[in-house]
């Protein structure tokens, strides 16, 4: 099959017959549009009533169910003025996506008409099917009910499609005995965790007026895309998600002209259009750039409370994905869609802020003095050397197995980067000289055209995969399809802890008659000198930082199967339960959620991997090589002949490798049929992307069934 048409088509026939110009000067009044903001809510409410659902929006005070009607008519008042027909209680399963279940607001009447109802009971809770959720044995098939819980700490917000709009209503999703089917209950759960840490300690260290704390979040989104042309023309990316044949093109991301590079106009046409939509949601997306592989792009908002952030995100994956059809694009999620080339992550900014405004991990301009600060970046460095595993496993996938640790994404060994100033006082304290020994000052730029810029004391590193950036940590571990809540739940309970126990022993010492600066002093140079192994600011790409901190005693987990045992850990199991984050059924559930998944996808490649092969590069070479063989006299095609046959040959033993382990799955329980696709299925599949790779490079691209690397990376 010729393919030149559909690279032609690609690259011509992509225009809409309908463009909207954005208007810039309504950025501002657009934004947030569509969500009904507290002040929107404030403004429909009557006194008495907003105060008593501020103080459980702002305090955390249990909801008052005498309200819930009066909130239900001012939302569905709302909603249908923003011309809404449905609602629906918008969640966050254990699928990782999100899920919704639409109803009307009609209401059929007596009298043969209808009226628009929406009452408190439907607001506050709804009851969905919970059998074919994930719930890793939390429910069987036959015990359906579960119910989703308003969260009112998440503003209700207007999804519009081509012929109309729906109230979505962000709520938790529980089983019918209590348990969370969710991945946004224990976010909400871990963040209160934080929050009664924090306030535990805070007013030892002087801050007597903040009455609440949460993490804050800033999520980063890697993305590839590519024209539909080719993505309908691939089985493998319609049914994983990411090529699983392709060779490698002459050219890739080797002259570094992309990362930053003009973006096309194609691509700014549609980061605009879905930056439109996302200020109407109340996004605050700030930065956007094409990233580094070619066809790779990237979308940033700015901080927000982590739980916000974390629906946000989720919004922005599905805005982005449904966007890019209007265009004749497909949007890419997967962490590795194309071998050879950077895959894509999700960098979580985060931080810890107070109520006053205060962000905790905001140094200052003299941060060696700022032992408020000390502390509490102490209290993430023990918390990240102490539960390294948990980390891990927390970004823990099949498809991130493709991009940690390659030369482009962190290793799956975890360490912190401090950079060289945060470094450099940390060692003095430890080594009892104070002070600080590095400054930023300015950068001469060596003309008195250009201004002398202010420069950080320390530099970046992009191979660590938690790291200091300035007054926030960055865990760069995240897989770009995954949802951000389980890493943010996991962070947010281990400093949680941390906090907890450092703020004990700080009291300790302060009764042992130290002043309140002597014992931050000295809690940060025990946690310090206790923790150190931690601390990496190198080369984490590097075969000598494996080495070292194989002597450290750091972990190294390089897979998922490797990492996802350790989540029922003892010390796991302890923590979650000690912080009421998860119980030990909703820890052990998400484990073997986590196995199923991680079977269920490499299955699924492998026998599309199998199904391909089969059907389409098979067929394709044999015929091209019975063309070749029928030219007499020809040194040419008797030598491609050959090197045909014998590749094609490559490519027939390799597929019957692979039916073998695909018909295997490698025993009953979900953990053993997880151990042999990584084992004895992956294995199998690179022996035939091997040989059909090979084959892409001898067959006729007349012949060649699938679009190849060279027009789906660089035809915009």
């Known amino acids: 099959m010729n393919h030149d048409f559909d690279v032609v088509s690609a690259a011509r026939n992509w225009r809409i ?28 409410l009557s006194k008495p009533v907003w105060k008593s659902l501020q103080a459980t929006i ?76 994930p719930s890793g044995g939390l429910r069987a098939t036959f015990e359906a009910r579960g119910y989703t819980a308003w969260d009112p700490t998440s503003p209700a917000f207007i999804l519009r499609h081509a012929n109309g709009a729906t109230l979505c209503i962000p709520t938790a999703f529980v089983s019918w005995t209590g348990e969370a089917l969710d991945l946004k209950t224990p976010l909400l759960r871990s963040i209160e965790a934080l929050n009664k840490a924090v306030l535990k300690v805070l007013p030892t260290l002087g801050l007597k007026d903040v009455t609440k704390v949460s993490s804050t979040l800033g999520a980063e989104q890697e993305y590839f895309l590519i024209d539909e042309e080719f993505f309908y023309r691939r089985a493998d990316l319609v049914m994983s998600g990411r090529t699983l044949f392709g060779a490698k093109p002459p050219r890739g991301q080797e002259l570094e002209d992309h990362y930053f590079g003009s973006i096309p106009n194609r691509v700014l046409s549609y980061m605009t259009d879905v930056e439109t939509q996302l200020y109407a949601l109340g996004i605050p997306v700030k930065t956007r750039h094409n990233e580094v592989a070619p066809g790779q792009f990237e979308i940033a908002p700015i901080f927000e409370h982590s739980n916000i952030a974390a629906d946000h995100q989720q919004l922005t994956q599905q805005v982005l994905k449904n966007t890019a059809r209007k265009y004749g694009l497909v949007c890419l999620l997967h962490e590795k869609p194309f071998a050879g080339v950077n895959g894509s992550g999700k960098h979580c900014n985060w931080s810890m802020g107070t109520d006053t405004g205060l962000n905790l991990l905001e140094p200052g301009d003299t941060p060696h003095e700022n032992l408020q600060f000390l502390f509490f970046c102490a209290a993430v460095i023990r918390a990240v050397d102490l539960h390294q595993d948990l980390l891990r496993i927390s970004v823990s996938s099949a498809s991130n197995d493709h991009r940690l640790g390659a030369n482009e994404a962190p290793p799956a060994i975890i360490s912190i980067f401090l950079g060289d100033e945060l470094s450099d006082i940390l060692d003095r304290i430890l080594s009892g000289e104070g002070g600080s020994g590095k400054s930023a000052g300015f950068l001469g730029l060596g003309t008195p055209v250009l201004p002398s810029l202010p420069r950080h004391a320390g530099d970046r590193n992009r191979t660590s995969p938690f790291a200091f950036t300035g007054n926030k940590f960055e865990f760069r571990a995240a897989g770009s399809s995954q949802s951000i809540s389980m890493p943010i739940t996991v962070l947010n309970t281990i400093v949680a802890e941390s906090v907890s126990d450092l703020a004990d022993v700080l009291e300790g010492k302060i ?119 029928a030219v007499q006299n020809s040194k040419a095609a008797q030598g491609l002949a050959a090197e045909l046959s014998q590749v094609t040959d490559e490519l027939y ?54 679009p190849s690397y060279r027009e789906m990376l660089f035809v915009k």
């Open 511 to 629: 009764a042992e008659g130290l002043s309140v600066d002597e014992a931050l002093l000295a809690v940060v140079k025990d946690v310090y000198g206790a923790h150190k192994r931690i601390i990496f600011n190198g080369n984490g790409y590097s075969q000598e930082w494996h080495e070292e901190a194989a002597k450290r005693g750091l972990l190294n987990l390089p897979t998922a199967i490797d990492a996802i045992p350790h989540l029922t850990d003892k010390k796991n199991i302890e923590l979650f339960s000690k912080f009421n984050v998860l119980s030990d059924r909703e820890v052990e559930a998400r484990q073997e959620i986590m196995y199923d998944i991680y079977f269920k996808t490499v299955n699924i490649e492998g026998e599309t991997t199998e199904w391909i092969a089969q059907t389409q590069i098979l067929p394709a070479a044999l015929c091209y090589l019975g063309e070749v063989s």
């Open 653 to 706: 033993e390799a597929l019957n490798v692979l039916r073998e382990q695909n018909a295997a799955e490698g025993g009953e329980a979900v953990h053993e049929k997880s151990h042999h696709m990584r084992d004895h299925v992956l294995p199998a599949m690179l022996g035939v992307r091997k040989a059909a790779d090979k084959l892409e490079k001898l067959v006729s691209t007349k012949h060649w069934p699938l």
């Open 17 to 44: 017959e309908e463009l909207t110009q954005a208007n810039p000067n309504a950025v501002v009044s657009e934004f947030a549009s569509d969500v009904l903001t507290t002040e929107e809510l404030r403004q429909r």
């Open 58 to 133: 702002e305090r955390g005070v249990a909801l008052d169910p005498a309200i819930a009607d009066t909130v239900a008519l001012a939302m569905k008042t709302w909603a249908l003025e923003k011309g809404a027909s449905h609602y629906t209680h918008w969640f966050h399963p254990l699928t990782g996506s999100t899920a919704e279940k639409h109803d009307s607001f009609v209401t059929p009447t007596s009298d043969g008409t209808a009226i628009a109802q929406f009452t408190g009971k439907e607001l506050i809770q709804a009851e969905p099917d919970a059998s074919s959720f």
